[in-house]
């Protein structure tokens, strides 16, 4: 009998002693994922979008980070627009202020929020290939600096806001 325990507690000792070593030697994956975004913690309120028949429309709404680290949103897409970019208000040198594309992306303080808002900055929907009706909703894909993405859904709304020129010739009403 003495034996048989004996063999048993040397069993289960081996067993535990691999374990740590497997444990050890293991690949640590959750915490390089704690080095990226935190996308659980990152949300989108209030959204929504510009309805257009055609051409450009806007999304709108507020950015918040919950997490304890900065963000960089650098991208954004959507089936809806073959091209979205990330827009801003900024001087053109003559004292006006005109919106133009937004470089090196936005930054969200940890446990703050940034601010998408018509005759401010927002993300900007352009060659529309169909209308973007009131009522619907468009999901957008959110890519951040470190590669790490997060999906949000934006309800479309009638808006009759400012009229926004980009200098370019374009102008758009949001």
């Known amino acids: 009998m003495k034996a048989f325990i004996r063999t048993r507690v040397l069993a289960i000792g081996v067993t535990v002693a691999a374990g740590i070593t497997l444990v050890g030697c293991s690949d640590d994956s959750a915490g390089d994922a704690k080095s990226g975004t935190d996308v659980e913690s990152i949300s989108l309120q209030d959204s929504w979008v510009k309805a257009a028949d055609s051409g ?98 934006s309800q479309v709304r009638d808006f009759t806001g400012a009229r926004e020129d980009y200098g370019t010739g374009e102008a758009h009403d949001g």
């Open 56 to 153: 450009m429309t806007a999304m709108f709404g507020t950015i918040v980070n919950g997490s304890d680290t900065d963000v960089t949103l650098t991208a954004v897409t959507t089936t809806v627009s073959p091209r979205v970019e990330l827009h801003e208000m900024a001087p053109d040198g003559s004292g006006a202020m005109k919106m133009r594309e937004k470089d090196g992306g936005v930054v969200v303080a940890a446990h703050d929020s940034y601010e998408l808002a018509p005759g401010g900055d927002h993300i900007m929907l352009f060659d529309l290939p169909a209308p973007v009706q009131a009522g619907t909703d468009v999901a957008f894909t959110f890519e951040f600096a470190d590669g790490a993405t997060a999906r949000f859904t």
